[in-house]
């Protein structure tokens, strides 16, 4: 069984960092591509940043140049520093995983509980 945590959440004035972390536990083989997303009440869950089991990154165009998406593949986590953030980024921010559990299985997708960031004055 494969869980997903994330953390780190919380409320910041605008213009200030916050750093989320994503935990993946359990039993597995490998964890592959990694993201995180973000969803507003009413709004579809929409993309914010990615990172492949190589390292390659991408990012939405509204986060460029303010987000960083990075992971420690030893401690199987991922994390998402956000500098800069806009009441805009305000949102339940959700980690993604693409997770096999063993050797001779693909990957599938498991998700996190979410984590709420708040940026407001």
């Known amino acids: 069984q494969v869980q997903v945590v994330e953390s780190g959440g919380g409320l910041v004035q605008p213009g200030g960092p916050l750093r989320l972390s994503c935990a993946v536990s359990?039993?597995?083989?490998?964890?592959?591509?990694t993201g995180w997303y973000r969803q507003d009440p009413g709004k579809q869950r929409e993309m914010v940043a990615t990172?492949?089991?190589?390292?390659?990154?991408d990012y939405a165009d509204s986060v460029k140049g303010r987000f960083t998406i990075s992971r420690d593949n030893a401690k199987n986590t991922v994390y998402l520093q956000m500098n800069s953030l806009k009441p805009e980024d305000t949102a339940v921010y959700y980690c993604?995983?693409?997770?096999?559990?063993?050797?001779?299985?693909?990957?599938?997708?498991?998700w996190g509980q979410g984590t709420q960031v708040t940026v407001s004055s």
């Open positions: 993604k995983v693409q997770v096999a559990v063993n050797i001779v299985s693909g990957p599938n997708d498991y």
């Open positions: 359990g039993s597995f083989f490998r964890v592959y591509a």
């Open positions: 990172i492949g089991s190589g390292g390659r990154t």
